[in-house]
């Protein structure tokens, strides 16, 4: 069974750095693929970042390439988000979500993660 939690999320300055961190209690951490997604008010999810079950492979949404980076530590069951060079439209709850390591959908797709976190807040001012 796989349980997430997130953490580290915050009130940031435009251009500032938060880490975020999606944590299982369970035992199966090392076989699932993970993603993070955001949700702002009155907006649809949107896909942020993917690493696949060994790390080997990461993607990103467009808008945060370059600036999000995405990583994971086995030993420590965690998924991490680091965020740099934050801007308003960072603004949002975020969600890290656990899949099969391989689901043959693809990584931005919601409906293929089995498991998620109860979302932690991010909000840049400006």
């Known amino acids: 069974q796989v349980q997430l939690a997130e953490s580290g999320g915050g009130v940031v300055q435009a251009g500032g750095s938060l880490r975020l961190y999606c944590t299982d209690s369970?035992?199966?951490?090392?076989?699932?693929?993970m993603g993070w997604f955001r949700q702002s008010p009155g907006k649809e999810w949107a896909f942020v970042a993917f690493i696949s079950w060994n790390g080997g492979n990461t993607y990103y949404a467009e808008a945060v390439k370059g600036r999000f980076t995405i990583s994971r530590d086995h030993a420590k069951n965690t998924v991490y988000l680091q965020m740099n060079s934050l801007k308003p439209e960072d603004t949002a709850v975020y969600y890290c979500?656990?899949?099969?390591?391989?689901?043959?959908?693809?990584?931005?797709?919601?409906?293929?993660?089995?498991?998620w976190g109860q979302g932690t807040q991010v909000t840049v001012s400006s």
């Open positions: 979500a656990a899949r099969p390591a391989y689901s043959g959908r693809a990584y931005s797709s919601v409906p293929s993660y089995n498991y």
């Open positions: 369970g035992r199966t951490f090392c076989v699932y693929a």
